[in-house]
Structures are given as structure tokens and as C-alpha cells.
């Protein structure tokens, strides 16, 4: 009798041995958070120009720094009705920007902007008709901020020159500079023998008397300086 008792264990436990060591390993239940959805539309124009140091982004911030979480280039051949999404935004993002960001994922300017406060998963961003253009780029986040406060916004232009929306680019774009002989205040192609350079780079300009140099923040060395050199470098185009 012991025999068979020792025969049936001896099977079973060749059986169970070998359902436990048939190479599948058991499947464990995991959960991926998807994070929340940005869903752009508009009608954007002014893509095409952009050199390849930027790109035209829908880019999550979390409010620390200028430095995008999270990014989804627009293409350059996007012109007219867009549709853009950005999928994968963590709860550390806070923001999300219609901008430009440089080649290390900083932002330079914003053109529109949403708070992510709201709860849904799915948030939509309508911005409507926006020029994305390099030069409404400088003419938002430097012309009309610094700029026309002497030239223009005052119904007085500094040296006769409106740099404000609407007048600046036919104002200085292959222009010759009313104070400095021989120069144009925009050479396209030319960003170092153009005034627009020139005044913002050096401390003292001779024909100058203001020292415009002193309206320079650190974040507009960084970040406005060199967009303004690229757009000339680039041939100062308007759209």
C-alpha cells in the first residue's frame, strides 16, 4: 500500500514541478499613465523662414525656468489651418506655450499661452490667427516692449524712427540711419554693419546719444540678441 502512496506523490509532484517551470513568467497587471492632451488649432503664418538654431513649438513648462518639459515641433511647411497635439504632459507641467525655443529646448518668446489648472485629461487651445514670423517674434517680445517706448508708442518717434506695430519693418529694413552716416539701420544679410546691432552691442555708438545698451536684460542677451542677429543674417524678411 505504502508503494502506491509514494507512486502518487512521486506524480503529482512531477506534474506540479512541471507546470511551475514551463518558461512563462505570470503576467502582472500594469497601469501606464497616459498624462493629459494638448490639442492646438489655429491658423498660423510666417513658419517657412525660420532658420534651423529655432522651432516654431507647442512646449510644456513647470514654471521653474525657461526650459520646455516637453515639446512637438510645428513644421515648417505648415502654413494656414493647424493642427497640433501634444500628448504626455506630466502634472509637472503647469503651462503650455505656443513659442519659439532655441536648439536647447529654451524658450525665446511666447505668442499664446494656457494654464493647465483645469482637470480634464483633454485640453483644447484655440489661438486663432497668429504670425509666427521671426520678425513679429522680435516685434512682440523686444520692439514693442523696449523699443517704441521712445519710438513711437508716445505719438514721438526718437530720431524720426517708429518702431512700432505696423511701421517699424518699412522704417528700418534697408534704410540709412538718420544719426549714423553711412550705414543702413537694417542691412539685410549683414547682421554686424547694421545699426539695429550695433547700438545693442555697444556700450557708446559715435552720432548716438543714448546709450541703448542699457535697455539689454540678461534674458534678451541671451535669448532676443541673437534671434534679431539671425533674422537679419537671414535676410530681414518680414513673413
Not at 33 to 60: E, F, H, I
Not at 82 to 102: A, E, F, Q, Y
Not at 113 to 140: K, P
Not at 184 to 191: F, R, T
Request: charged share 20%.
Amino acid at each position: 500500500m505504502k508503494k502506491y502512496i509514494f507512486a502518487a506523490l512521486a506524480v503529482l509532484m512531477t506534474y506540479g514541478l512541471t507546470s511551475c517551470d514551463d518558461g512563462r513568467i505570470p503576467e502582472k497587471a500594469v497601469s501606464f499613465k497616459q498624462g493629459r492632451v494638448v490639442k492646438l488649432t489655429g491658423d498660423l503664418t510666417g513658419l517657412r523662414n525660420w532658420p534651423d538654431q529655432y522651432s516654431v513649438a507647442l512646449a510644456g513648462f513647470d514654471g521653474t525656468d525657461e526650459y520646455a518639459v516637453i515639446s512637438k515641433a510645428i513644421s515648417k511647411s505648415t502654413e494656414g489651418t493647424t493642427n497640433v497635439v501634444l500628448s504626455g504632459i506630466t502634472d509637472k507641467v503647469t503651462t503650455v506655450h505656443l513659442c519659439i525655443l532655441d536648439r536647447l529646448r529654451r524658450e525665446v518668446m511666447s505668442f499664446k499661452d494656457i494654464d493647465l489648472q483645469q482637470t480634464s485629461d483633454t485640453i483644447y487651445m484655440e489661438v486663432g490667427n497668429v504670425d509666427v514670423s521671426m520678425f513679429n517674434a522680435i516685434q512682440q517680445s523686444y520692439f514693442n516692449t523696449t523699443c517704441a517706448n521712445c519710438h513711437g508708442a508716445s505719438n514721438r518717434a526718437a530720431a524720426g524712427l517708429y518702431l512700432t506695430e505696423g511701421m517699424s519693418y518699412d522704417a528700418m529694413v534697408g534704410k540709412p540711419s538718420a544719426k549714423v552716416e553711412g550705414i543702413n539701420l537694417v542691412e539685410p544679410g549683414d547682421a554686424a554693419n547694421s545699426l539695429l546691432h550695433i547700438v545693442l552691442h555697444e556700450e557708446t555708438v559715435e552720432g548716438i546719444s543714448m546709450t541703448h545698451r542699457d535697455l539689454v536684460s540678461e534674458r534678451n542677451e541671451q535669448n532676443i540678441l541673437p534671434l534679431i542677429d539671425s533674422w537679419i543674417a537671414n535676410g530681414a524678411k518680414k513673413d
